[in-house]
C-alpha cells in the first residue's frame, strides 16, 4: 500500500490510499488544511465569488427557473454490487465547502457543509434548497466572516460556483454551476424512482466521516398533495446524517435514484426527548430533480 503520507505532499492532495480492498481516508482536521492550501492557490489562477455576490446574483433568479442542460448521461443499465457502485461513482460525489475569514480573533478556517452530485461534466451540480438557503432567502442573513461557499472533489481540486441556475423550497432541492476549468467531472446519471423494498446505496459525508457508504431499501413513498408534485418524498432505511444533505441515493445500477434532504427522530418520550426509537430517513425522488432541468 501506497504511504499515506507521500500522497499528501502532492498537489492537488488526494483525500485517500488504496490497497487492494478499500479506500482509507484521510484524518478529518489534515483534510481541512489541506483543502485551505488549494483554495488559495486556487484563487491566484480562478475567480472565486464571494457569499455576498453570490446572494445578489441568485436573488434575481426566477423562483420558476429551470436549469438548461442540452443533454444528461443516459442511465446505466447494468446490476452493481456495492463496491462496484462505490468505485464507479464516487468521484460523483462532491463535498460543500465554506471558507470564513478571520474575525474577532478566530482565524480564518474551512468547514465541510454539505455534499453535491455532479450531474454533467462541465459542472452542473445538484444538492438541497436548504443548503443554499443563505443566498436564496431575501431576509436571510450572511454570518458576517463567511466570504466563500465552494466545492471540492475526491482528488482534492477546488471548484468555484458560478451561479444558482435553478431551485425549489418545497423539493428542498437546488441545481447550480460550478466552475471546472479544464477538468471534466466524473458522473452520477440521474435514474428512475424506486418502488417501496427496492434497493438504494448512499455515498456522502455525514459530519467528519468522509465517503461514507450505507445500504437499505425504499421504506415509504410519500406525497404532500398541499404543495403538489414537488412536495413527493421517499423514505429510505440507508443512514446518512448532517453533513449529507444533497449526496445521492444511488439504485443498482449506480443511477440517481433520489437525493439526501432530511432526518426525523421518534422518540418514546417527546418532552424531554429521550428514548430514542428510530430516525426516519427522507429524501428527494429523482422525479422533482428533473422537473428542475430543462433538457432533451
Known sequence: MTPLFILLLSSP???????EKE????????????????LKAAQLK???????????????????????????????????????????????????????????????KIQLHATATAITADGMCVSNWHVFMNFIQADAT???NDSITFLVNLKGEVFPI???????????????????????LSTIPLGTELGVGETVHTLTNPNEYLYY???????????????????DRMEITADYAKGSSGGPILDDRGNMAGMVST???????????????????TTIPVRSLRRLIQSK
Do not use: W
Open 46 to 108: 480562478t475567480t472565486f465569488m464571494s457569499s455576498a455576490e453570490l446572494r445578489k446574483q441568485t436573488l434575481t433568479l426566477p423562483f420558476d427557473a429551470k436549469a438548461d442542460i442540452p443533454s444528461l448521461d443516459k442511465p446505466g443499465t447494468r446490476e452493481m454490487t456495492g463496491p462496484q457502485i462505490v468505485k464507479t461513482r464516487k468521484n460523483g460525489v462532491l463535498m460543500v465547502c465554506k471558507y470564513f475569514k478571520a474575525s474577532e480573533g478566530q482565524r480564518e
Open 142 to 144: 450572511l454570518p458576517v
Open 213 to 231: 457508504y450505507s445500504k437499505g431499501v425504499v421504506a415509504r413513498n410519500t406525497a404532500q398533495h398541499k404543495i403538489g408534485p414537488m412536495g
Open 23 to 38: 479506500d482509507i481516508y484521510v484524518d478529518y482536521d489534515e483534510l481541512l488544511g489541506n483543502v485551505l492550501k488549494n
Open 263 to 281: 432526518t426525523h427522530s421518534i422518540y418514546a418520550q417527546e418532552r424531554p426527548q429521550g428514548n430514542l426509537q428510530m430516525v426516519i430517513k
Open 162 to 184: 458560478e451561479k444558482v441556475l435553478a431551485y425549489n423550497e418545497m423539493a428542498d432541492a437546488a441545481v447550480f454551476k460550478i466552475n471546472t476549468g479544464k477538468v471534466r
Open 13 to 19: 492532495f488526494t483525500l485517500y490510499a488504496q490497497n
